[in-house]
């Protein structure tokens, strides 16, 4: 385990998140059993035509993957606000931009690598060729930043566990837009042979962005939710 | 000069203010939207492609117009109350939400309205039109947020903070039209040009953009002076007012 003079604080919050998660996998198993599931019932509901399963696969996976690192990042919070970690944290003066930060971090990259193991199978679902399979990565990778760190935002509402869920997706959807919309069009893009650079490298920029401002953002509302007492 | 500003940030010289402000806004707005829509709908001349329908544009372009100009509006009420910590931004914010909501709906009401007998389709998803539906569920989603929030005072905070982050969607819907091949038609009125319509068509629409501008200004400080009566009604000024 970590020495507590030697190692600087940020790394061993990271390592107390990684171990968090791996304590507790529920929350991470079940949000990608649910992106799987939810992808996986369009070809079963929908009268099977292999076009319009093509058609609509790009904005399929892209949906399933903001709602499951929605339903996720919904308790993101809680833990560490109820057993106090988050006032210790408040107490000395670390800034909670590098806890938020951190915990985006963590999941995000455990969410994307569960859901890049998922890939092939999705890509076998619609019959993707290799191309669009490829691409169809790039996006979440590019893009996962920025579901994540909207995900991490509007959890903050809800941080004392008030089912709050359905304001909290409210905000959420028309925020994260652009980005789903990047997503499943550079999908989209890869199937008609057109250049997909250009949608990647946006979403990208918009990841990056969100990755900047997102976080201070987020902090600002635990730090009202905290000095409120609840929210 | 200075202290004249800062009382605009105390309830009680705010709500005697923003009184004398609203009515004069209500009267301009009654005037000019009479003016401008009676020139508008009756003594403008047709469109040589559109024929009558195009006097639609004295509501919808106007309603457009404001629909985003509420939102940089909230904008700056949000920057105010988070940085100056000014409760009245606060509530400003809140009013403006639900105008701005009443005012993209129109837009994207009227605009469909337009687009059947022009485009013949009741919606198109181009940029723009999808652009202004975020907008209306950003709205939506604001005025749901401060609904659940309720009487939480640290709810002007949170919705300032939410409506900043929105603010990325309005470049997007202005600049739309630039960035991509879109059916919605570009800019007619600019900042730093000529405009590209004729005067007989320019002058009934500045003058019905003026008096929804006026109508807005109107609703905005009467929904903020009734919020602000609910808020501080355990003052003192509160209990000994008169209503006319």
């Not at chain 1, 079940?30 to 904005?59: K, N």
């Not at chain 1, 969410?111 to 979440?140: K, N, R, Y």
């Not at chain 1, 925020?175 to 650079?197: D, E, F, K, R």
């Not at chain 2, 982050?165 to 091949?181: A, E, F, K, R």
């Amino acid at each position: 385990m970590a020495n507590v003079t030697t190692t600087p604080w940020w790394v061993r919050q990271i390592q107390c998140e990684y171990l968090i998660i791996k304590r507790q996998k529920q929350s991470l198993v079940q949000s990608l059993l649910f992106f799987l599931m939810f992808v996986a019932f369009f070809p079963l509901a929908i009268p099977y035509d292999p076009a319009i399963l093509r058609t609509i696969c790009p904005g399929v996976v892209w949906m399933s993957a903001t709602l499951a690192v929605f339903l996720s990042a919904e308790r993101f919070y809680q833990q560490d606000i109820e057993h106090g970690c988050l006032e210790q944290w408040l107490v000395q003066k670390r800034p909670l931009t590098v806890y938020v930060g951190i915990k985006l971090m963590i999941h995000g990259l455990l969410h994307l690598t569960a859901m890049l193991l998922m890939s092939p199978l999705i890509g076998l679902m619609f019959q993707l060729s290799i191309w669009e399979w490829q691409t169809l990565i790039a996006s979440l990778i590019s893009g996962m930043p920025a579901l994540v760190a909207m995900c991490g935002l509007v959890s903050a509402f809800g941080s004392y566990g008030q089912g709050r869920s359905l304001v909290m997706i409210l905000i959420l959807l028309p925020l994260i837009l652009p980005v789903i919309m990047l997503g499943s069009s550079s999908i989209a893009a890869a199937m008609q042979g057109l250049p997909v650079a250009g949608f990647l490298a946006f979403l990208l920029a918009l990841s990056l962005v969100m990755l900047l401002i997102l976080p201070y953002a987020t902090a600002s509302i635990l730090k009202i939710c905290l000095q409120q007492g609840g929210l | 000069m200075l202290n004249f500003l800062y009382a605009w940030g105390a309830p009680k010289t705010f709500y005697h203010y923003s009184k004398v402000l609203s009515k004069g806004f209500g009267i301009v707005s009654i005037l000019a939207l009479l003016f401008g829509w009676v020139w508008g709908l009756c003594y403008s001349p047709s469109d040589y492609q559109q024929g009558d329908s195009v006097r639609i544009m004295y509501i919808h372009v106007p309603a457009a117009f404001l629909s985003l100009s509420i939102y940089a509006f909230m904008a700056s009420c949000a920057l105010v109350t988070l940085v100056w910590r000014i409760k009245i931004a606060g509530l400003l914010l809140k009013s403006a939400a639900l105008v701005g909501l009443v005012m993209t709906l129109l837009a994207l009401v009227t605009g469909s309205l337009w687009g059947k007998p022009t485009w013949g389709a009741w919606w198109v998803w181009d940029a723009r039109l999808t652009g202004e539906l975020i907008l209306l569920f950003i709205y939506a989603g604001l005025l749901a947020l401060d609904n659940t929030l309720g009487e939480n005072p640290a709810s002007d905070k949170i919705v300032a903070i939410i409506c900043w982050i929105g603010l990325l969607d309005l470049p997007i819907i202005h600049y739309s039209v630039q960035w991509w091949n879109t059916l919605h038609q570009g800019s007619s009125l600019l900042v730093m040009a000529k405009p590209k319509i004729h005067a007989s068509m320019l002058y009934p629409l500045l003058c019905s953009l003026l008096g929804m501008l006026c109508f807005a200004g109107w609703a905005i400080l009467s929904l903020t002076q009734v919020a602000l009566l609910k808020r501080e009604y355990r003052q003192q000024w509160v209990k000994t007012l008169e209503f006319k």
